[in-house]
Every structure is written in C-alpha cells, then in structure tokens.
C-alpha cells in the first residue's frame, strides 16, 4: 500500500509563526503534513545609473570624443 500526495495551494499570512489553513482545506488535513514556504521577495528597484557609478565598466580601447566631435555630429 503506498501513500498519496495530494497538493493544496493558498495563500495565507503567518501569525506568530503560525499557518492558519483556510476553512475549506481543513477537513482534508490530519496528522502529518508536510509544508513547503514558497514566499515572494521584493527587492528594491535597483538604480541603473547608481550600479554603473560604482562599478564602471573598464574597457581599455575607449577613447572619449572630442569637443568638436560631440557637437559637429549630425543627426
């Protein structure tokens, strides 16, 4: 005889460490369960121009523009 997963999924707030499974889950569950915590981390939106200040990309080739060849472009 072997034993059947099933798998119930909510989303639920954790008080005091607790899990409160929601009503209609309730009667389905006794005994041992295992628990698995998926939780969604938000990160704060990084700031580009921040990132590069801090860590420039070196590139040994460039060669920053002249005077007169930033404003004698054409665009």
């Keep these: 005889?072997?034993?059947t997963m099933i798998a119930i999924?909510?989303?639920?707030?954790?008080?005091?460490?607790a899990i409160?499974?929601?009503?209609?889950?309730?009667?389905?569950?006794?005994g041992t369960v295992r628990v698995i915590?998926?939780?969604t981390?938000?990160?704060k939106a990084s700031n580009i121009i921040?990132?590069?200040?801090?860590?420039?990309i070196r590139d040994p080739t460039f060669t920053p523009l002249r005077r007169d060849?930033?404003?004698?472009?054409?665009g």
Aim: charged share 40%.
């Design 9 to 17: 999924e909510f989303q639920t707030q954790i008080k005091d460490g």
């Design 69 to 74: 060849e930033i404003y004698n472009r054409q």
């Design 37 to 39: 915590i998926l939780r």
């Design 20 to 30: 409160e499974v929601p009503m209609e889950y309730r009667d389905q569950l006794s």
């Design 50 to 56: 921040e990132r590069m200040l801090r860590n420039p």
């Design 1 to 3: 005889m072997s034993d």
């Design 41 to 43: 981390e938000h990160r």
